[in-house]
């Protein structure tokens, strides 16, 4: 089998899974208690959570530890819109943003926040003048990602955070960075970002774990309430094991990220030849994007059917984003980019990782061709 899925779970690394195992058993003492268990546990944390800041080139205490992005997302949003409501009540963002954002953001309209959806274009981009453009008096938060986790489109994040800070430097600036840290460069100081979210497992890092960056001087409504981890911002004994995990993936991913990105644009340039060979195919992703998602559409054919037909091929792909592919229905993705339900319907997102090869693609382009044939001849039997 070959794995393409990497934007939904990544492989660990082996250290990665030998470190959390080691914590566990070695270091199972509680971060709050002061006996030297607690001691022990508390130094790692410290230590895990500089190692992120230093990957990150910001300060330890801008950073906080969750059980993934989809709380990350929820704290900036719901604490940040919470915090600040006597500031204003509208909200900027996209309808392509990962479900963790764009449910919190439903659910901040149904307690009273108005919402605008700024449109993205047809390779699901958002202009930096449209953003500007939808800002009003009572505009309190901002939330874009940095690259989408369906189409790899990347949103041009520090040029609408350092305009937003010039021009309305109180409004508060959140940025998903789940799909950005680790294949492309993501540089915090200078962005006008206030908020940047990550998550462990898709860096080759432990599942359940992730961060909120949180600039100094901001300040968020605590979500969960409880003791004082985390600075008071996120209540919960801290899950050492898995944040000594992260941190690891953390450094490696910021090592690696130069080299990665550049193997995997040979990559994807390859398979984005080899789709734009098949007139029936449409590609809704592009060599501007980020250079881990390829991703395109077979209009008239079933997305699960073309998953299922390469998974006989000994080739795993993913439908959408792996938060929503068990719903049948469009990618919410595809349509907030403006393309029909037959495009929608149909994608196919290709995901690469620093294990694959030029021969791991090769065999997926042959993969794809033979799908192709596979069902075009179900077609003809049908018809
Ligand atoms: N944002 C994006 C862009 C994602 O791709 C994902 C994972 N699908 C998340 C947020 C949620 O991350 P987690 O799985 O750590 O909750």
Redesign the pocket.
């Known amino acids: 089998m070959l794995y393409f899925d990497y ?2 779970s990544a492989p660990p690394y082996e250290d990665v899974i030998r470190t959390v195992s080691e914590v566990m058993k070695l270091h199972y003492g509680n971060a709050s208690s002061i006996h030297a268990y607690g001691e022990n546990a508390e130094r790692l944390l410290n230590k895990s959570r500089s190692v992120c800041a230093e990957a990150l080139n910001v300060k330890p205490d801008e950073i906080i530890f969750t059980s ?3 709380e990350s ?1 929820n704290l900036a949003l719901k604490g940040a819109a919470l915090r600040y409501r006597s500031r204003g009540r509208h909200i900027i963002t996209t309808r392509t943003e ?1 479900a ?1 954002v764009y449910e919190s953001i439903k659910f901040l309209s149904e307690i009273g926040y108005d919402i605008t959806y700024v449109p993205v274009d047809a390779m699901g981009r958002v202009k930096t003048e449209d953003v500007l453009n939808a800002i009003c008096e009572e505009t309190i938060l901002v939330s874009l ?1 940095h690259v989408n ?1 369906e189409t790899g489109a990347v949103h041009p994040v520090v040029e609408i955070g350092q305009a937003l800070k010039r021009k309305h430097p109180k409004i508060v600036f959140h940025v ?1 960075g ?2 950005a840290y680790g294949k492309i460069p993501v540089q915090l100081a200078g962005s006008g970002i206030d908020l940047y ?1 990550i ?1 462990g ?2 860096i080759r890092g432990p599942k359940g774990v ?1 961060l909120l960056y949180i600039r100094s001087g901001l300040e968020l409504t605590p979500l969960m309430s409880g003791g004082s981890q985390e600075q008071g911002r996120r209540a919960g004994t801290e899950n050492i094991p898995l944040i000594v995990g992260m941190s690891k993936a953390m450094r490696l991913a910021r090592e690696r990220q130069p080299e990665l990105k550049a193997r995997l644009e040979r990559l994807q340039i390859l398979l984005l030849e080899e789709i734009s060979q098949h007139p029936e195919w449409v590609l809704n992703s592009s060599e501007e994007g980020a250079p881990h998602i390829v991703h395109f559409s077979y209009p008239g054919m079933k997305a699960e059917v073309m998953l299922h037909t390469l998974e006989q091929l000994d080739i795993i792909v993913s439908t959408q ?3 929503s592919s068990k719903q049948a229905i469009p990618s919410r993705v595809l349509l907030g980019m403006g393309k029909s339900e037959a495009i929608a319907d149909s994608g196919i997102r290709i995901s690469l990782g620093d294990q694959h090869t030029e021969k791991d693609i090769l065999q997926l382009i042959q993969a794809m061709r033979q799908m192709k044939e596979r069902l075009a001849s179900f077609e003809g039997w049908n018809s």
């Open positions: 934007a939904a993934g992005a989809t997302n990962h963790s990602m986790n998903d789940v799909q979210s998550s497992h898709k992730g984003s792996a938060c």
